[in-house]
């Protein structure tokens, strides 16, 4: 992506991020105005879990915002190093499990090889894209495999249930109001992945991801 489109997703972003911040504001007034009993109750214990979970969905849109615009800066310092794929993989799909509820029981994950590339940033290009396919549905099963291709290693999820288009379209172009504020973890895989040298496109079906 050209240097022109730096900033893209920035009035995107500035409109998705009102609803949630309205949300913890709102929650938040709640529990000030509450008496001293009734901060430790039921009710007090809601209005924090709401506010929590618009504050993280806030978190990850801007961190996901600002990680792209770095990239497309050249701005990042990838520090390259020889990674197991199958590791990458596994820490993916362990961590939407941990971290964001997603029900990974039954998942395959039958990946090999080495990759070439930025650890951290590998990881968040995996996770985005294998929860992309996992969200379109509640009891999501994908298959993660790979195989070695002329650039390096394809690594491809297929998923029983995929969303519809695979390869979404642009941030701006989709309904607003996602609730767990990943609506720019697609691009940003892209990104990764394109800053490595590597790329995604949809194949059978599923998704594959080129990496170097």
């Keep these: 992506m050209p240097k022109a489109g730096r900033g893209k997703y920035l009035g995107f972003v500035?409109?998705?991020?009102?609803?949630?911040?309205?949300?913890?504001?709102?929650?938040?007034?709640?529990?000030?105005?509450?008496?001293?009993?009734?901060?430790?109750?039921?009710?007090?214990?809601?209005?924090?879990?709401?506010?929590?979970?618009?504050?993280?969905r806030m978190r990850r849109l801007i961190d996901d915002f600002f990680t792209i615009e770095r990239l497309l800066e050249n701005a990042y310092e990838l520090k390259r190093e020889r990674l197991s794929l199958r590791d990458l993989a596994e820490a993916a799909v362990q961590f939407l499990a941990e971290k964001e509820g997603i029900a990974t029981e039954g998942?395959?994950?039958?990946?090999?090889?080495?990759?070439?590339?930025?650890?951290?940033?590998?990881?968040?290009?995996?996770?985005?894209?294998?929860?992309?396919?996992?969200?379109?549905?509640p009891k999501p099963r994908l298959r993660?495999?790979?195989?070695?291709?002329?650039?390096?290693?394809?690594?491809?999820?297929?998923?029983?249930?995929?969303?519809?288009?695979?390869?979404?379209?642009?941030?701006?172009?989709?309904?607003?109001?996602?609730?767990?504020?990943?609506?720019?973890?697609?691009?940003?895989?892209?990104r990764i992945l394109d800053a490595h040298g590597g790329r995604i496109e949809e194949r059978d079906g599923g998704l594959s991801l080129y990496l170097p």
């Design 14 to 56: 500035a409109h998705e991020i009102k609803n949630p911040l309205a949300t913890a504001l709102w929650s938040c007034d709640l529990l000030k105005r509450m008496e001293g009993p009734e901060r430790s109750g039921e009710r007090a214990e809601k209005m924090l879990d709401v506010s929590l979970r618009a504050l993280r």
């Design 107 to 137: 998942w395959i994950v039958e990946v090999q090889g080495e990759v070439s590339g930025d650890a951290e940033m590998l990881r968040r290009a995996l996770r985005s894209a294998i929860e992309h396919m996992a969200r379109a549905s």
């Design 144 to 190: 993660v495999t790979s195989r070695p291709s002329g650039e390096g290693q394809e690594l491809h999820i297929a998923a029983d249930a995929p969303p519809a288009p695979v390869v979404p379209p642009e941030p701006e172009e989709r309904q607003s109001g996602d609730p767990v504020g990943a609506v720019l973890g697609f691009a940003l895989a892209v």
